[in-house]
């Protein structure tokens, strides 16, 4: 009972990094579609009609426009398309995002060369600029898809959700090692197949399941507590192999907002599974060290008080699944 207070605890606790999760990173992108010449396409979250967060593209003083910008408002979001020619090329010039350090969001960058290699960085307040490099190391590819995946994962709080309601109906222990492996193999697959281009599946319908999913496991949560287990509690890593497999492509569509770069396919793949993977443990360390101070703290609480976190999951689950079934 005590546990179900603290596992509700941290629920509100990762709600404003959901919130903030809503608040969509602005995109960078630079294609280079001759020598020195490059399409650029500059997106910026929308604050309303007309109105658009002051973030603007620097680009390195040998860069002249070819074309002027074209703009766009579309989904609440700013778009900008331009040509421009860079003497000499990027390679070792800097790009700055200017204003984004009084702000709170990030910027995805994605640089696309003739050769078909890319380099992808993340910018943030504290480091509002880069260097572009001549080739991206396989280093500079693993540390950065390293980071993509734990930050794809610890701001994907449906994801998330879903580990916390097995957790809860799995408890710790060889269960928890069994139903973690299960989905890290499920997922693993899928995110492959679907990365690699074997798989093709809408990301509309993946999103929906994902969802369902999680409503799911929180109904046998509560139905495990009414004395009537259920499939994910006498079996939970057969339910956590089926439903990784949706997750799995749900991970894919943040890899692709990013892209593999060419020359360091598998490695880029390869670090991304390993910072997902990582983000989960990192996640459910957390979740285990509640727990284990729950045990420590003697706090009376209403029997109900169990099926708190179950209902609360749910609900914001099927709320999800409603709002992702409608914008088919």
């Known amino acids: ?55 603007y593209v620097e680009l390195p003083t ?12 579309i989904n ?18 800097t790009i700055n995002i200017a ?66 309601a097995l957790l809860i109906i799995t408890g710790s222990g060889w269960r928890l090692v069994k139903t973690v492996t299960a989905f890290t193999l499920s997922h693993s697959i899928t995110l492959s197949l679907a990365t690699l281009g074997y798989v093709h599946i809408p990301q509309a319908p993946v999103e929906a399941v994902i969802a ?10 509560v139905h495990a507590r009414a004395g009537r287990p259920g499939l994910t509690q006498r079996a939970p890593w057969v339910v956590a192999f089926i439903f990784g497999l949706a997750h799995g492509l749900g991970f894919a569509g943040g890899l692709s907002d990013a892209g593999l770069p060419a020359a360091h396919i598998p490695t880029a793949l390869l670090f991304f599974s390993l910072g997902v993977e990582t983000g989960h443990l990192l996640f459910i360390g957390v979740v285990l060290s509640l727990i284990a101070l729950s045990r420590r703290i003697r706090l009376a609480v209403p029997r109900w008080a169990e099926l708190v976190p179950p209902y609360a999951i749910g609900t914001m689950a099927m709320f999800w699944v409603i709002q992702r079934v409608t914008a088919f």
């Open 1 to 55: 009972m005590k546990r179900a207070f603290i596992i509700m605890a941290f629920l509100f606790a990762i709600a404003p990094a959901a919130m903030a999760h809503e608040i969509r990173p602005a995109y960078l992108e630079l294609h280079e579609t001759a020598a020195e010449t490059y399409d650029v396409l500059w997106k910026v979250p929308g604050l309303g009609e007309n109105m658009r967060l002051g973030l």
């Open 62 to 73: 040998a860069c002249s426009n070819v074309t002027e910008p074209q703009a766009v408002m």
């Open 76 to 93: 609440n979001a700013f778009a900008q398309r331009w040509r421009v020619k860079c003497a000499g090329g990027l390679a070792g010039g």
């Open 99 to 164: 204003g984004l350090q009084s702000t709170m969001t990030d910027v995805l960058v994605r640089l696309e060369r003739l050769d078909g290699s890319l380099q992808v960085t993340r910018l943030m307040p504290s480091t509002p600029s880069f260097v572009v490099e001549a080739v991206p190391s396989a280093l500079a590819v693993a540390s950065t898809y390293t980071v993509l995946g734990i930050e794809h994962i610890l701001s994907g709080i449906d994801h998330l959700l879903f580990v916390l």
């Open 212 to 221: 369902l999913s999680i409503v799911f496991v929180a109904s046998e949560i």
